[in-house]
């Protein structure tokens, strides 16, 4: 089993940024891969990037070039640096884990940009 938390959503003006961290416990020695994924109200969740146990970064184009993934010296915390944030990146965005395949999630925080 592994544990995820989430911290560091709130409320910022566009143009501003935020930075999430997610936290991992438990059995995270066969984690593979981590992430972040965001669902806004009536919509779908959808990946915003992602790393693996060996460095490699995904982004959704949508994404690229304002956030960055990156992980703590720990390996078990993963960051998203959120810059040039937009009314439309408001969504409660939640920290993914693969451990061998099992997906685990946390439970969310909300980000909301105010325009």
């Known amino acids: 089993q592994v544990r995820l938390v989430e911290s560091g959503g709130g409320l910022v003006q566009a143009g501003g940024s935020l930075r999430l961290s997610c936290v991992a416990s438990?059995?995270?020695?066969?984690?593979?891969?981590m992430g972040w994924y965001r669902q806004a109200p009536g919509k779908q969740r959808e990946l915003v990037a992602d790393?693996?146990?060996?460095?490699?970064?995904s982004y959704a184009d949508s994404m690229k070039g304002r956030f960055t993934i990156s992980r703590g010296n720990a390996k078990n915390t993963v960051y998203l640096q959120m810059n040039s944030l937009k009314a439309e990146d408001t969504a409660v965005y939640y920290c993914?884990?693969?451990?061998?395949?099992?997906?685990?999630w946390g439970q969310g925080t909300q980000v909301t940009v105010s325009s």
């Open positions: 438990g059995s995270i020695f066969s984690i593979n891969r």
């Open positions: 993914n884990a693969i451990d061998l395949a099992t997906p685990y």
């Open positions: 790393i693996t146990s060996g460095g490699s970064t």
